[in-house]
């Protein structure tokens, strides 16, 4: 069994946030790949899985009220537009 060994404090960067910021994502190398978008809507009661066809039209929709946990699956993210926000401001 692998064991990772925890980062030392030297070789942590205290100064930069995690993360990039969402304009940088379109900078990022793509491909031509097939991107696929699934939507997982859950509560104690009910659950419904969707494949996302057009994603503007996905983003533009409210989740179900009765909808407690939304998860996004993107699986072979090649298309860096997939995960860039669809909005300004």
Same mark, same amino acid.
């Given at each position: =069994?692998?064991?990772?060994?925890?980062?030392?404090?030297?070789?942590?960067?205290?100064?930069?946030?995690?993360?990039?910021?969402?304009?940088?994502?379109?900078?990022?190398?793509?491909?031509?790949?097939?991107?696929?978008?699934?939507?997982?809507?859950?509560?104690?009661?009910? =659950?419904?899985?969707?494949?996302?066809?057009?994603?503007?039209?996905?983003?533009?929709?409210?989740?179900?009220?009765?909808?407690?946990?939304?998860?996004?699956?993107?699986?072979?993210?090649?298309? =860096?537009?997939?995960?860039?926000?669809?909005?300004?401001?």
């Amino acid at each position: =069994m692998k064991t990772r060994s925890k980062p030392k404090d030297k070789d942590i960067d205290h100064v930069t946030a995690p993360g990039i910021e969402h304009d940088d994502i379109l900078h990022y190398p793509g491909g031509s790949a097939q991107t696929t978008v699934t939507c997982i809507d859950y509560s104690p009661t009910n =659950m419904t899985v969707q494949e996302i066809g057009d994603l503007d039209e996905f983003v533009a929709a409210h989740r179900s009220e009765w909808s407690v946990v939304r998860w996004i699956s993107v699986v072979g993210l090649s298309n =860096m537009n997939v995960i860039h926000p669809r909005h300004s401001g």
